[in-house]
């Protein structure tokens, strides 16, 4: 069936330096990818997203990079800052069906904590 | 109100009871989403709502799990005979586009 999958679960990184969140995905026909970020006690929140017939899309401080060859996607941080300690998320938007559903799938997540 | 809002936001219950959780989108989103997230875990897909056709409800685990969505907007969980092993936070999310925009989720302990 459909998977989106972390592999790694916990990271820990210093501060400063630059973070790589890894994820992969089953399904070839998603055509849709978000990355998202969930602090301690709140809903996981957008970061930022890539589409299908991109491979790399650049936000403030965060890249996201796609390769359909592998079905791999991840999440690079610069200068990672304390702010930055949170669990992430990948998550695939499936195909699109009559009437507009649409599934999203989510991966198990990373924690990543920061140094200081 | 400016985002989706999730009430209670915890929930003490007793082995056996039935409860019910609240989610209010954000007003004009017409797709509603609830996930169950076990502790360290990540996020399970229960019931999706797209506008007034019928809800996908692949997700819910087991027939003492049902959801409704009155009137396009808030949605109810409601979880009977609850368990020990429902404990976990529901959270619940609207879309626009092709995101999705959380409340902070209703963490229910079932003792």
């Known amino acids: 069936g459909e998977s989106v999958g972390l592999h790694l679960p916990t990271l820990s990184v210093q501060e400063g330096d630059n973070s790589i969140i890894n994820c992969a995905y089953s399904?070839?026909?998603?055509?849709?990818f978000i990355w998202y970020k969930q602090e301690s006690g709140k809903g996981p929140q957008f970061i930022i997203d890539i589409r299908s017939n991109m491979d790399k899309r650049q936000g403030q401080r965060v890249t996201v990079l796609l390769n359909k060859t592998v079905k791999h996607l991840s999440l690079q941080i610069a200068a990672t800052q304390p702010g930055d300690s949170a669990v992430y998320f990948c998550?695939?938007?499936?195909?699109?069906?009559?009437?507009?559903?649409?599934?999203?799938?989510f991966g198990t997540g990373t924690k990543l904590q920061v140094i200081p | 109100g400016a985002g989706v809002s999730q009430s209670p936001s915890n929930k003490v219950t007793e082995k056996g009871k039935d409860v019910e959780l609240r989610c209010d989108p954000i007003?004009?989103?017409?797709?509603l989403y609830w996930y169950r997230q076990s502790l360290g875990q990540g996020l399970e897909f229960l019931i999706y709502?797209?506008?007034?056709?019928?809800?996908?409800k692949s997700g819910l685990p087991s027939d003492r799990f049902s959801a409704e969505r009155t009137g396009g907007s808030v949605s109810t969980l409601t979880i009977q005979r609850t368990q020990q092993e429902d404990s976990a936070v529901y959270l619940c999310?609207?879309?626009?586009?092709?995101?999705?925009?959380f409340g902070s989720g209703t963490q229910l302990s079932v003792l």
């Open positions: 999310a609207s879309k626009n586009g092709q995101k999705l925009f």
């Open positions: 007003s004009g989103h017409t797709a």
């Open positions: 709502f797209q506008g007034n056709s019928a809800p996908d």
């Open positions: 399904n070839s026909a998603s055509d849709y």
């Open positions: 998550a695939e938007n499936g195909v699109v069906y009559s009437g507009g559903y649409q599934k999203v799938t």
